[in-house]
């Protein structure tokens, strides 16, 4: 193992510092773990706080700022954040319109928020939940945990941060991201497992010339493997996985995500094949986004995610932004 | 009776072996899981033993009261909810007694064990701690050895699952044949009971 750490133990306390150190415009809580726009709370809008394991930056403290979240807790790596944190940010951001809970559908993340809700709420917060299911390698069913939330969390919190930054009340801001997940598809590819800096080895054992179709973002694997294709391959059968779930009726938003260890030549040009995809299926594009935004350490892979949009969703995702990683317009 | 002083052996008990055997909960957890279960829980009972030492509650309800808030503020992910509520919840039913009979424990037990039921959505079969813990309150009666030994059965008794619970069920059928992580941390908490009644 080959890591730019000091040890294992402080790796998110050290990201946390060095984020501080990088973004005036956040302040940011390293004993504590919350990540917090610095002109927070902002009166008469709804806040947004997110939250999830670390090691998928800039997911979420990279989305921090007008326009976006206005606090995120990231948990240890790829474990999910304690409630004390949760319930720290919501107060720190309320302004008395209410909070919304932007979470990612993994049974800790679900719990702790829950946990966190409660205890805002004793304190007179007012709190609203969108859950984020979007992956759509593993179904759902009656028998299991439903579909793990990853790349649409990005459209769920952009979109829905718009809404709020125009001060719209809290059901309105809930009901839109609520909407956003619900017209949202994700599909993840990995060509090499991830190293947690705790474990140092790889969390699964992929053999060189093979991909797992269908993974989470934490290298947990999804629906099969398959000897090495083409980028042209990968695409289709990406594509293709979610407009089977979601048969293709709006223009769509797009992203093409890269998992942390996959450069960004190889995400434009998969990024080509997946916009080739989408034309012979003759769904129309509104807007695309290609770079790492929800990784996954140093995974080699891309997701896909695509986002069914109307007028209103898409004058949302184009209202002006100012994060670490996302930002335009201002 | 168990007093206060048995609740506190019990967690330093749990906190020696999940720290012996951190790795191997790690292992467990890196085929169908994420690979962190053992340094979660290890970071979680290391934070247990400092509250217990700094706040010394002086019952046992209060003791495991205590020792499931540390869980849920330190542990995150799925583990420090639902050991937590374990915790808390046997600790609330235990009420402020000073001294509490095995019966009145394997009540209370019982109790958490439902708490866990209740917020994880799971029940025996599920391939979670469930598995361990249940057939373990079950043998309650028996004596802490038949507990523990019950718990290490339903542990193992996990391996031909498939999960239908927590991260593990995203794997479908590919969850087969590898033992649970929480069932397995379940045992080991269990077999801290025999520990801390052997003094």
Request: hydrophobic share 45%; net charge negative; glycine share 12%.
């Amino acid at each position: 193992m080959r890591m730019l750490i000091n040890v294992p133990e402080t790796v998110v306390a050290d990201a946390l510092r060095g984020m501080a150190a990088a973004y005036p415009d956040l302040t940011v809580d390293v004993e504590h773990r919350v990540i917090v726009r610095r002109d927070a709370p902002v009166a008469g809008q709804v806040a947004l706080v997110s939250g999830g394991g670390s090691g998928h930056e800039p997911l979420h403290g990279g989305f921090v700022g007008p326009g976006m979240l206005s606090a995120a807790c990231p948990g240890e790596v790829f474990t999910s954040p304690v409630p004390d944190q949760m319930a720290r940010a919501a107060a720190a951001v309320d302004s008395g319109a209410g909070v919304l809970f932007i979470v990612k559908n993994y049974t800790g993340d679900v719990l702790n928020f829950d946990m966190a809700a409660e205890l805002a709420q004793d304190e007179g917060i007012q709190v609203a939940k969108v859950l984020v299911n979007d992956d759509v390698a593993v179904t759902d069913s009656l028998y299991t945990a439903g579909r793990r939330g990853t790349g649409a969390t990005l459209f769920v919190e952009k979109i829905a941060g718009a809404a709020a930054a125009e001060g719209q009340p809290l059901e309105r801001v809930e009901a839109i991201g609520r909407q956003v997940n619900a017209n949202s598809r994700s599909f993840g590819v990995a060509l090499s497992a991830c190293t947690t800096p705790a474990k140092g080895s790889p969390t699964f054992d992929l053999p060189d010339g093979e991909l797992e179709l269908g993974v989470g973002i934490h290298g947990e694997p999804g629906r099969e493997r398959r000897p090495m294709m083409t980028s042209g391959e990968i695409a289709d059968f990406a594509v293709n996985a979610i407009l089977e779930d979601m048969p293709p009726r709006d223009p769509v938003l797009v992203l093409v995500n890269g998992m942390g260890a996959t450069p960004l030549l190889e995400l434009f040009g998969f990024n080509a094949e997946v916009q080739r995809v989408l034309a012979e299926r003759g769904v129309a594009v509104a807007r695309t986004l290609v770079g790492n935004y929800v990784t996954s350490l140093d995974m080699a892979g891309a997701s896909v995610t695509l986002c069914q949009i109307d007028e209103e969703l898409l004058r949302l995702w184009d209202a002006p932004v100012k994060t670490p990683a996302l930002r335009w317009g201002m | 009776m168990l007093d206060a002083d048995f609740f506190r052996r019990w967690m330093a008990a749990t906190a020696a072996s999940v720290d012996r055997e951190a790795e191997r909960l790690t292992q467990l957890d890196s085929p169908i899981g994420d690979a962190d279960h053992g340094s979660n829980l290890h970071r979680g009972f290391a934070a247990v033993m400092a509250a217990l030492e700094t706040e010394a509650p002086d019952t046992p309800g209060a003791v495991l009261v205590l020792a499931g808030r540390q869980l849920i503020s330190t542990v995150g992910g799925a583990s420090g909810p639902l050991y937590g509520t374990l915790l808390r919840r046997t600790g609330k039913a235990l009420g402020e007694a000073a001294e509490v009979g095995v019966e009145q424990f394997a009540a209370a037990l019982r109790d958490g064990v439902e708490g866990v039921k209740k917020l994880g959505g799971a029940v025996a079969g599920d391939k979670t701690m469930i598995d361990a813990l249940e057939p373990a309150v079950n043998a309650l009666g028996d004596g802490f050895a038949a507990a523990r030994q019950a718990a290490e059965q339903g542990a193992e008794a996990t391996i031909p699952l498939q999960a239908r619970k927590g991260r593990a069920s995203y794997l479908g059928e590919r969850s087969i044949g590898h033992q649970d992580p929480g069932a397995t941390s379940s045992a080991l908490l269990i077999a801290g009971l025999e520990a801390a009644a052997e003094g």
